[in-house]
């Protein structure tokens, strides 16, 4: 008998420690699409960045109005000086999208016209297991509000 309960606790761990690998592997792989993506807008490849959203926002935006968007937003923040991964993390499920693969990423970014920026990216997989961008958001402080103060 004890002999099944350490195979079963065996298996169980080795599941786990399986389970662990492939969410190390969906982040990495997400990351170098946000990577990829974000590199896109910094270089004024708004099209192709647009390509690159999950169908699910492609329904509620077409491609003229996201590009002119990008546009706007990379000229509100000037060339990028620096990024830095802040935080990652897998998740299987989110409430209103329901089951699939999430990756969520922060990073610390520095542009010419703002100093700190926060960028957050969701990505999930789509149907042929590519990872596609969910969301993209940020925050930054307001630096002509700074100098005010």
Do not use: P
Not at 26 to 37: E, F, H, P, V
Not at 76 to 91: A, P, V
Request: charged share 25%; glycine share 4%; proline share 0%.
């Amino acid at each position: 008998m004890k002999k099944i309960t350490i195979l079963i606790l065996l298996i169980l761990y080795s599941f786990s420690c399986l389970s662990q690998v492939f969410k190390e592997k969906y982040i990495k792989d997400a990351n170098n699409i946000s990577i990829s993506w974000l590199d896109k807008l910094n270089n004024k490849e708004f099209g192709n960045a647009y390509s690159v959203f999950h169908n699910k926002v492609k329904i509620n935006s077409d491609s003229i109005s996201s590009c002119n968007a990008f546009a706007q937003l990379m000229n509100e923040f000037g060339k990028l000086i620096s990024r830095d991964l802040d935080t990652t993390f897998f998740q299987n499920n989110i409430e209103g999208l329901g089951d699939g693969f999430y990756v969520f990423i922060e990073y610390n970014s520095v542009y010419k016209k703002v100093n700190i920026c926060d960028e957050y990216i969701i990505l999930e997989q789509d149907d042929k297991m590519k990872w596609k961008i969910l969301r993209y958001d940020f925050s930054y402080l307001d630096q002509e509000l700074n100098k005010k103060k």
